[in-house]
């Protein structure tokens, strides 16, 4: 039977564990400026792979409507991804509209970052209040292979420092690692950003409906990647109160 949920109520559903429902996450667009192996591979989505019309996308309004919905059920989190978020023209004035919705906390955004250098300024202005950016590796041969021979890390980096230069403060950088591709290139990437509040994670390389060809082999375990971080950087045993 399916369950309904009055959008008066006060205190959010909760999943199977629980947990209250506090973030939503919406897809504003399912094209992509790069073909990452793991996500969007050339193979399965080539330059003339079909992708939703202008039409069929939601209109901005609707996106608004939708989120008023879930934020009177509880949610107090918004997640913009996509595809590439940015690739979706007017993202800015979304952002604003999603702003003005009562009991709003947080409005965050996923990219691959290359596209921030001519949007940051206009997302922080308009009410953006996080980032995240997907960077696997500082090795250009690498990068090139992992965006699908369409990104330089160049432009990665160009992205954050616009987002910092706009006023985003601690950016969150998402590394999909994987075995005899990038998982060498890990602590390169931990220095590079060592100090400058930005915070570098590890994602599992998943299974993504079979689209990615998967194999478990390529896995990296997180106490593996625990144990080399912390052969270059000891880690301090955690404080007891």
């Known amino acids: 039977m399916t369950r309904i949920i009055p959008l008066n109520l006060v205190e959010a559903p909760r999943d199977t564990m629980a947990r209250p429902l506090r973030d939503l996450r919406i897809s504003v667009i399912d094209r992509c400026n790069f073909r990452c192996p793991y ?13 939703l019309s202008k039409n069929e996308r939601l209109r901005f309004e609707e996106i608004e409507r939708i989120a008023r919905a879930f934020v009177a059920s509880g949610v107090r ?7 590439e978020p940015l690739l979706r023209r007017e993202l800015p004035q979304l952002v604003s509209m999603l702003r003005g919705i009562p009991q709003v906390e947080d409005i965050a955004l996923t990219t691959n970052g290359v596209l921030l250098p001519r949007f940051a300024a206009a997302l922080r202005a308009a009410g953006l209040m996080r980032l995240t950016v997907s960077l696997d590796t500082l090795d250009e041969p690498t990068f090139r292979k992992l965006s699908g021979g369409r990104g330089e890390v160049s432009e990665v980096l ?8 706009a006023g985003f403060g601690q950016i969150k950088l998402n590394c999909v690692v994987m075995r005899c591709v990038n998982d060498g290139q890990v602590l390169d990437l931990i220095e590079r950003f060592r100090g400058t509040g930005h915070i570098v994670r590890f994602i599992e390389y998943m299974d993504v409906g079979t689209l990615n060809r998967w194999q478990g082999e390529l896995v990296v375990p997180s106490a593996e990647l625990i144990e080399r971080i912390a052969s270059r950087w000891p880690l301090r045993p955690l404080e007891r109160n």
């Open 77 to 83: 989190k918004l997640r913009l991804t996509g595809g």
């Open 39 to 51: 996500c969007m591979p050339e193979d399965q989505f080539a330059d003339d792979a079909v992708f």
């Open 158 to 165: 160009a992205g954050i420092a616009a987002a910092e230069e």
